[in-house]
DNA sequence: CGGTATCCCCCAGGATACTG
DNA sequence: CAGTATCCTGGGGGATACCG
C-alpha cells in the first residue's frame, strides 16, 4: 500500500540513531520508487508519473522540489517547444543508490521466500 | 523530525517496483531504528522504549507486533518475576540489516559532507 | 514491567481544476 | 508538457490513564 510520511506533533527529532540523516531523505512516499526509477538515467516529468503509476502531479512536485532542495535530484529545463523538463540523480543522489539497492536485494529474497509477506 | 507513514485512500499498492516488499516492512515510522537497535543483539520492551526515545508505547508495540507478524522479529516471554519479554530479530529480521546499514553509511556520508542536509 | 484502551489531532497526500 | 491551487480525508501516532 502507499505510504503517507509525516512529522510528529512536537516536530522534535525522534531519531537518535544512525538512521536519521539518510532516513530523512528517503523517509517520503514515493521517495526511494522516485530515487530508483531515476537511477536508470535522467527523466522527465510525465515519465516519472507514468513510472511512478498512481502518483499525483502534485506528490511528484512535492518530492522532486524537496529531493531538488535536498541536492538528490537536479531539475534542467530543456529549451524546447513544448517545455520540457528533466530530472536526474545529483552526485549526493546517486551515493543513494546502493542504500536503495540494498532494500531491492532484500525484498527480493523476502519475495522468493515466501510469496508473500 | 519523526515520520509517519500512512496508507494511502484507495488502499492499493503505488509501489509498481521493487522496492514493494521490502520498504513495506521497513516503511512505518521508527522500524528502521527499531531494527536498527535489535540488531545490537536481543532487547526487552522497556530497554527498547529508551533507545528510541521519545516513542509511545502504543506505538513500540505496534512496531513490534506489526514486526512480529512480518517474521522480522521474535517475541520471547521470559518466565520472571516481574515479567520481562525479551524481543529479538529473526532469520528474516537479520536480513534487514545490510540494507538498513547501508542506509546508515549513506547517511554519515551525508552527515560528513555537509553536517547539515 | 510490559503492555492495552481511549481520545483526538494533524498533515501527507489524493482528487480535481486551472495555467503558461 | 509541466506544473500550481484548493479542498478534503483517513489513519498514523502522541498523550494519558489504566491493568495483570
Given amino acids: 500500500m502507499a505510504l503517507k510520511m509525516r512529522k510528529n506533533q512536537s516536530g522534535d527529532v525522534p531519531y537518535n540513531c544512525p538512521l536519521s540523516e539518510c532516513m ?19 527523466r522527465r516529468f510525465s515519465e516519472l508519473k507514468n513510472d511512478l503509476e498512481g502518483i499525483s502531479a502534485k506528490m511528484l512536485t512535492t518530492r522532486l522540489k ?7 535530484v537536479d531539475r534542467k529545463v ?27 536485494e532484500v525484498g527480493h529474497k523476502i519475495k522468493v521466500r515466501n510469496g508473500k509477506l
Fill in 24 to 42: 530523512a531523505i528517503l523517509g517520503g512516499a514515493w521517495t526511494t520508487n522516485l530515487i530508483w526509477f531515476l537511477s536508470g538515467g535522467p
Fill in 66 to 72: 524537496e529531493l531538488e532542495s535536498k541536492m538528490v
Fill in 78 to 104: 530543456l529549451p524546447t517547444s513544448p517545455p520540457s523538463v528533466e530530472y536526474s540523480l545529483t552526485e549526493l543522489g546517486t551515493e543513494l543508490v546502493p542504500a536503495i539497492n540494498a532494500i531491492v
